[in-house]
């Protein structure tokens, strides 16, 4: 399940959980797409634990936490 939020400069991210490597529960990562500028490019930050850690990361944490995350992570390639 995702959590949509936006960030400093007003643009709406959806952010979700998707498991590691080959679907693998080892090294998640939470994505974070971006709703409302289609050009800008997925981004993602690796998380300790597994896929459930993700989720409980997403929906356990302020607005603020995900907006700290979306500045630390990397584009998806």
């Known amino acids: 399940m ?6 400093e400069n007003l ?4 952010a979700f ?3 590691g490597r080959f679907g693998l529960s080892i090294r998640p990562k939470v ?5 409302s500028d289609p050009s800008a490019r997925a981004r993602f930050v690796e998380v300790q634990g ?3 850690d993700a989720e ?3 929906h356990g944490s302020p607005t603020a936490r995900l ?3 979306l500045k630390e992570s990397q ?3």
């Open 2 to 7: 995702s959590q949509t939020f936006t960030d």
């Open 11 to 14: 643009l709406t991210w959806e």
């Open 17 to 19: 959980a998707s498991g």
């Open 31 to 35: 994505i974070f797409h971006c709703l």
């Open 50 to 52: 597994d896929e459930a």
């Open 56 to 58: 409980e990361m997403i």
């Open 67 to 69: 907006r700290e995350l």
């Open 75 to 77: 584009e998806l390639e």
